[in-house]
């Protein structure tokens, strides 16, 4: 069973902003072993990704298929796409109604209406990790596993700087979808990654550097297939991640699960700090057990997450050996 694509109608959701949607229509994929006859894996999709995980043109097919880590042969892989992510032609225009908490208000009910009673695991990475991490604070008994890599259970002052500016260009540029990405590619990569690709080389047919037209070539091809109501939708989750925002403490929202959670970092992260991974893991062990943290080592920053596919597998074999699945 590969990439099985369904929708859920959620009726009536008011957002935290208190805006009224009468429909939203949540699509989802199913993969491996039909759902209720194996442990459950949500995956949650980061920017500009969506539900399509496994298969020719998975996302994420190094780490997620038949004999992987993640073994489509074992599990079922679960995968919403957040609704208005431009996967589909419904489309949200008034980006400020939602928060990441929304979005994994909207996962729950999902969830639900499947009427899966536990997930084995979430993993998501980046706004998808952050996503996973509101979807444990909202129902602390909803997995066996909490997996978020390169993200954070909640927004920095720094990630909100550059969302902020992601926001402005979505909004001011004439080309906005090609000059946000321009942006944004400097905060996935690092100064290590550019150096090592690039070394200050020269396009001869351009006239420019080789950095350069490859920024250029990325913001085109994301203009391609990227809307921009979906851009400035993903921009506004990944700004308002925050477990404990209008909520209670950090502690006390997450002293309620018995969820083993296995933060994964990265070392050259300029927009998900390592640092800041670092800190969360040890204010966990301050009151939880079952709280682990590894870091991937990569030149490569945030973007690592999807280009280190053979140290990400390394670092969840534990988590996805048969072997380990509770009977």
């Known amino acids: 069973m590969e990439n099985i694509p369904n929708t859920i109608n959620i009726h009536n959701f008011t957002t935290e902003n208190g805006a009224i949607y009468h429909t939203l229509p949540l699509s989802f994929t199913t993969a491996g072993l039909p759902l209720h006859s194996a442990p459950i894996v949500l995956v949650n999709h980061a920017l500009t990704g969506n539900a399509e995980v496994t298969g020719e043109n998975g996302w994420w097919n190094d780490l997620i298929g038949h004999g992987k880590t ?102 001011n540029s004439s080309k906005p979808i090609e000059d946000a990405r321009i942006h944004a590619m400097l905060c996935y990569r690092s100064p290590e990654s550019f150096k090592e690709k690039f070394q200050r080389t020269v396009n001869q047919d351009l006239l420019i550097f080789n950095i350069e037209s490859w920024l250029a070539h990325h913001g085109k091809k994301l203009q391609k297939r990227y809307q921009l109501s979906s851009y400035k939708l993903m921009n506004q989750l990944l700004k308002t991640i925050d477990i404990t925002r209008n909520s209670e403490s950090f502690e006390n929202l997450l002293a309620q699960t018995n969820a083993s959670i296995h933060i994964i970092g990265i070392n050259s992260d300029l927009f998900f700090t390592a640092k800041e991974n670092v800190e969360t893991y040890e204010e966990l062990k301050k009151f939880k057990d079952n709280v682990f943290y590894s870091e991937i080592d990569s030149v490569h920053g945030h973007d690592a997450f999807l280009i280190e596919y053979k140290q990400l597998d390394h670092l969840l074999a534990d988590i996805f050996k048969a072997e380990t699945i509770k009977k």
Do not use: M
């Not at 928060?99 to 998808?128: H, M, P, Q, Y």
């Open 70 to 171: 993640i073994d489509t042969s074992v599990y079922t892989i679960l995968a919403f796409d957040i609704p208005g992510n431009g996967s589909s032609s419904f489309l949200i225009e008034n980006y400020l109604d939602f928060t990441a908490r929304d979005a994994a208000r909207i996962f729950i009910e999902g969830i639900k209406a499947l009427n899966i009673e536990k997930l084995f695991a979430i993993i998501g990475g980046s706004v998808g990790g952050g996503i996973a991490w509101e979807i444990l604070a909202l129902e602390p008994n909803i997995t066996e596993n909490l997996i978020p890599i390169a993200s954070d259970w909640k927004s920095t002052d720094w990630l909100i700087a550059n969302c902020y500016l992601q926001e402005k260009i979505l909004n």
